[in-house]
């Protein structure tokens, strides 16, 4: 049972992994979570899923703007080969609702749900659990892990802008990669502050700085793959 959206103030989730519930029927590839007619968000899971290999999960918000499309690009082109399950959640508003309105609410209510949808319907391996994402996505996708340590065992952050947590839980790993050009949110105090924060935490941190901009070069993506499922891809 899902609690109501004012449950929601610190941004702590209550769905966890168990054993699926529900049938699956042949739902394999990109399709809608079917959870909201207006702002819904997108599932990919693996062509060659099966049921008695427990996949990793990776719940994936996109940049300020954006769309679960966006999400879902972020590493979809490892899923296949990597038995990875891709969720990928649309914002309530322009962004995500920390940022708008300095509170979590609606959208961590929304990733409770998606997330209860895909623990339901899919067999997934509770040790490779990542949140992740991409600038405000990245962001977020920090504010989350950090709250929520006890769920997600790896945070992906691409470019974020910040990291905070009114509720911290857990140990998550972290990922953090950024690009020394970057325009829009520039590194210093954007990633280095970041990584900094984070080690203070005494969390693990794999940093990785790259020649770039406001960007998610191809060899910094699958690097964070091989990191979030600790082997080779490809």
């Known amino acids: 049972m899902i609690p109501s959206r ?34 819904d968000g997108l599932l990919y899971v693996p062509l060659g899923y099966d049921p008695a290999l427990p996949a ?32 990928a959640p649309a914002s309530r508003k322009y962004t995500w609702d920390v940022i708008v309105s300095d509170s979590f609410g609606p959208d961590a209510w929304y990733t409770d749900q998606a997330l209860a949808h895909v623990f339901s319907h899919y067999a997934i391996d509770p040790g490779k659990i990542a949140v992740g994402g991409f600038s405000d996505g990245a962001s977020y996708a920090l504010c989350m892990g950090l709250t929520n340590g006890d769920l997600f065992t790896h945070v992906i952050a691409f470019s974020p802008g910040f990291g905070f947590s009114r ?13 020394q050009q ?10 280095r502050k970041v990584y900094r924060e984070l080690k203070d935490l005494g969390l693990e941190v794999n940093y990785l700085e790259f ?8 060899p910094v993506s699958a690097a964070a793959v091989e990191w979030f499922l600790g082997k080779k891809i490809g």
Do not use: M
């Open 167 to 179: 509720e911290k839980t857990g140990q998550a790993a972290v990922f953090l990669s950024h690009g």
């Open 182 to 191: 970057d325009p829009i949110l520039p590194i210093d105090p954007c990633s």
């Open 211 to 218: 020649e770039g901009e406001h960007e998610i070069p191809g």
């Open 6 to 39: 004012n449950s929601y103030q610190t941004g702590r989730l209550t769905a966890a992994p168990h054993l699926p519930t529900l049938e699956t029927t042949s739902k394999t590839g990109l399709h809608p979570l079917g959870l909201d007619p207006d702002k």
């Open 56 to 87: 990793a999960l990776a719940v994936l918000y996109h940049g300020s703007g954006g769309n679960p499309e966006q999400g879902q690009w972020l590493l979809q082109q490892y899923a296949d080969a990597a038995n990875l399950i891709l969720l």
